[in-house]
Every structure is written in structure tokens, then in C-alpha cells.
């Protein structure tokens, strides 16, 4: 609860940041008064989008949720073009199809689950992962109501997007702390996105 406070808290200053300022902010205070080196800079345009032509770059995300919002924001407000990159997103269904497309060049970053990036890593790949937000595993377990607790998943089907996504190595964290092996346990049914 706390961690979803605080991104809708990072959010919202976030836009605040990128609004606009109002009235109030451009008028020169009366207890200040203003040299006209900064009069003149108030007063200037904002700065220009990078002249010349745009670098195409294919940005692949792995989750619509509110984690994805400054990506909009940044492709609302122009952010991208503004530092010269012409920015394509691509909604793929999780780190499991995110890395192999990157690794064979058909995505150049992308917002995902570290899970892909350690994968092809583990393989003899070469990506890396730039920032992370959290170092939690933050999925949630939604069940039937007469599933009452992680043991009761036992001879079930559990649904997860694809094989070696975030979401299945979190599931198989949380199966294994219950006693519960993935393969032999319960039946894993990839259902995409």
C-alpha cells in the first residue's frame, strides 16, 4: 500500500513538473525586484525541439499500469523529440518477449520486468538494465474465494503471461516458499498479457 502511495505521489509531482506555470509564477514580485537579465530570460521562448532529423528508437513496454506513466507523459509533452529522438512504443506481454526482441535488435530499451534482461543474460547475452524503481517483486496472487492460502494451489492451474517472465519467477518464488514445486504441483497456463 505504501509503495502504491508513493508512485501516485511521484506521479503527481511529476505532472505538476511538467505543467505549465501559472500567473502567479511569471509576475515579478513586488518584495523582489527582478534584474532585466531576468526579465529578459523569463520572458524568453520555451527551448525549441532539437533541430534536424529525429532518431528513430523503438521503446517496447511489458505492462499497462500507472508504473508506465511518465513514458506518456514524456511522449505527451514532446520530451523525446525535444532531445532529438523520434520514440515508437510497443506493447508486448512480458520480460519473456521483451529481451529476445531486443537482443535480436528489433527493440532498442524498454520498461519490463528484470526477469528477460537476467535470462538472456544467463544465456551469453549482452543487455543491461539502466534503473529500477523497487527492489520488491510487487504481483499480486488473485484466486477463486475458496482458495484461501498459497498451499491450496495444490493440483491447480495458475495463470501467468509466458514462461520466464517477471510474473513467472515470482510465481514460482511464491509457490516454492508455500512448498509447492511449479512443475510438478500445479499446472502453469501462459495467457498472455
Not at 524503481?133 to 492460502?149: G, K, S
Request: glycine share 10%.
Amino acid at each position: 500500500m505504501h509503495a502504491r502511495l508513493m508512485a501516485m505521489l511521484a506521479s503527481g509531482l511529476l505532472l505538476l513538473g511538467c505543467s505549465p506555470p501559472g500567473d502567479a509564477a511569471r509576475a515579478p514580485s513586488a518584495a523582489a525586484p527582478q534584474s532585466s537579465a531576468a526579465v529578459a530570460a523569463s520572458e524568453a521562448p520555451p527551448t525549441a525541439p532539437t533541430a534536424g532529423p529525429l532518431r528513430k528508437l523503438r521503446m517496447a513496454y511489458g505492462f499497462v499500469s500507472a508504473e508506465t506513466l511518465p513514458m506518456w507523459i514524456a511522449l505527451d509533452e514532446g520530451l523525446y523529440a525535444k532531445y532529438g529522438l523520434d520514440v515508437d512504443t510497443v506493447l508486448m506481454q512480458s520480460s519473456a518477449q521483451i529481451a529476445p526482441a531486443m537482443a535480436a535488435g528489433d527493440v532498442d530499451v524498454a520498461l519490463t520486468a528484470g526477469a528477460g534482461v537476467v535470462e538472456i543474460g544467463l544465456a551469453g547475452g549482452d543487455q543491461v538494465m539502466i534503473g529500477s524503481q523497487t527492489n520488491l517483486m510487487r504481483f499480486f496472487l488473485h484466486t477463486r474465494p475458496e482458495i484461501r492460502q498459497v498451499e491450496d494451489l495444490r493440483g491447480q492451474r495458475v495463470a501467468i503471461t509466458r514462461l520466464g517472465s517477471g510474473i513467472h519467477l515470482a510465481t514460482t518464488i511464491v509457490l516454492e516458499r508455500a512448498g509447492l514445486d511449479a512443475n510438478r504441483d500445479v499446472t502453469l497456463l501462459q495467457t498472455g498479457a
